[in-house]
């Protein structure tokens, strides 16, 4: 994949270069210990479900809960600890800085975010994010991670990179907490964008719907699906549906969960319903997807 975003970093040069054609997105079961490592590449992970343990080595080990925004360096050895028993599932990206001989930017990336001292050698970096501000990052790695997958370069580089600007402002800036609805953003897109951070953060939640976010924006629930459909083409059941099935898909590809818990985990309360919609949607069946895409269905399960 060809660079389009540089860094001049010290009078030199460097290109962006996402690793692989996806987002960092996985999920881990309880238990799994993966080995330390180490490569040249930058890592900015949010801990999006549940929480884990980071172990650098030289430093204390790092308690990361739920909505926990990481920075860690190239080059510094690491590996993640999951013990919580629902499993644990990250978003985020990892990517390299490489000059025109092909050599790795390994300098600490607070350098660049204004750090200075002691803060800028530290081998990472982290906050714990607010849920609207968690929120906000999802949606900027999911637009990321669609447009990594069709291989177009220039536009994916640039969605990218402002993944890459939107977690230095959330992890060193300030003025990403002015109000988005200023600066001329309508009041409609600013409602869809409240919309939106609230599926993104209520989805898996069985009783989630149309009724709860008109209680919650103390809004008609006409009017709310008026606008969203206005702005967006569609409807806000139709968002929630796919966001769930969009899920389920993160699921069925990363886990060896059951159907049944894997329905249950995205806020569908009947399975009949869930591998009808599953099914329009993607045109197989759930354990149809995962034989095609993602690991063996557990034991006894059938299609």
């Known amino acids: 994949m060809s660079a389009e975003i540089t860094l001049l970093w010290d009078g030199v040069p460097y290109h962006l ?53 990481l920075l860690i360096n190239p080059n510094v050895e690491h590996r993640f600890v999951y013990t919580d028993p629902r499993g644990c599932m990250h978003s985020g990206l990892i990517w390299y800085f490489v000059d025109a001989a092909g050599r790795h930017l390994l300098r600490p990336l607070q350098e660049l975010g204004g750090r200075q001292g002691k803060e800028a050698r530290r081998p990472y970096a982290a906050v714990v994010l607010t849920p609207v501000q968690a929120s906000r990052f999802r949606l900027q790695q999911r637009e990321c991670e669609r447009f990594l997958s069709r291989q177009d370069p220039g536009v994916s580089s640039v969605k990218f990179f402002n993944l890459v600007t939107l977690g230095m402002e959330l992890l060193w800036g300030g003025h990403w907490q002015s109000d988005r609805a200023s600066g001329g953003e309508s009041s409609a897109g600013a409602l869809v964008d409240q919309i939106r951070m ?68 995205c806020g569908f309360s009947r399975q009949n319903y869930f591998a009808a919609a599953f099914r329009r949607e993607s045109g197989m069946t759930p354990l149809e997807y995962r034989r095609h895409f993602g690991n063996p269905a557990p034991d006894g399960e059938k299609s």
């Open 17 to 69: 270069l996402p690793e692989g054609v996806k987002g960092h997105h996985p999920v881990f079961p309880p238990g799994f210990v993966p080995s330390r490592h180490t490569h040249p590449a930058y890592h900015l992970i949010l801990v999006e479900r549940a929480c884990c343990t980071l172990r650098i080595t030289g430093c204390p080990p790092l308690l990361c809960r739920e909505n926990t925004l």
């Open 198 to 265: 609230l599926i993104e953060m209520n989805f898996y939640y069985r009783h989630f719907d149309l009724r709860y976010l008109a209680e919650e924006l103390k809004l008609n629930a006409n009017y709310l699906n008026t606008v969203f459909s206005r702005e967006t083409g569609s409807g806000i059941a139709t968002a929630l549906r796919n966001r769930r099935l969009e899920y389920a898909r993160e699921l069925l590809k990363n886990t060896s969960h059951s159907v049944k818990y894997i329905y249950e985990q």
